[in-house]
């Protein structure tokens, strides 16, 4: 090969090599941005009282207001409260047509109501942005899931998709449950950010 061409096959390297360069030096690569733009997208989910009223350190919130609850039960070791007001005391197998009752779920023909358990709490209330994120996605504090587990979960669960059949008088997740799975599906691809330094 001639020293000109030799010296135009390092020109146009160079000329590749440097936009790839800038590329990979960007903090916020463009699937990194989709998935902090997805997350943002699942925080308004799970920040609506349908999710964080049992998302909580201690006993449950209710309503849309996010108050304590009346009467003031607790969560119990399995999640399900402490006799005589386990959850299925008041909250049956289906949602009561009255607006505001105690609403209800089905598992299998079982009151499927209940809190996360006492040795795995999932409490997010009060938390947001980056700690939202981190305290969701990681197996200690999420039900000991892995990412594709936490996926699974969220698109299948019973209790999950209950959110947006609450019942009358219940104010709905901001985004319905097809547009949510969808974003949860883009933060996972994306690599599942919480914050624009994390590598």
């Known amino acids: 090969m001639s ?16 936009p790839l360069a800038a590329f990979a030096a960007d903090p916020v690569s463009p699937d990194r941005s989709a998935g902090l733009q997805a997350f943002a997208q699942i925080e308004r989910v799970l920040l609506n009282p349908r999710c964080v009223n049992c998302h909580v350190p ?20 399995d999640g399900k409260g402490v006799a005589p007001l386990n959850c299925a005391t008041c909250h049956s197998t289906q949602n009561s047509p009255v607006s505001h009752a105690p609403p209800g779920l089905d598992a299998g023909g079982q009151p499927g ?14 938390l947001s942005g980056s700690a939202l994120c981190k305290v969701f996605r990681d197996p200690r504090t999420n039900g000991g899931r892995s990412l594709a587990m936490l ?14 059949h609450p019942g009358p008088g219940r104010q709905l997740p901001p985004l319905d449950k097809a547009a949510f799975d969808g974003q949860v599906g883009i933060w996972i691809r994306n690599g599942a950010p919480c914050d624009r330094s994390e590598s």
């Open 3 to 18: 020293s000109r061409a030799e010296a135009l096959g390092r020109y146009v390297a160079c000329g590749l090599a440097l």
């Open 151 to 164: 996926q699974q979960h969220m698109a299948t669960d019973h209790l999950v998709a209950w959110a947006w």
């Open 113 to 126: 109501w209940r809190m996360p358990s006492a040795n795995m709490k999932m409490s997010w209330f009060g």
């Open 58 to 77: 201690d006993g449950p919130l209710q309503g849309d207001a996010k108050r304590v609850h009346y009467p003031a039960v607790q969560r119990g070791v």
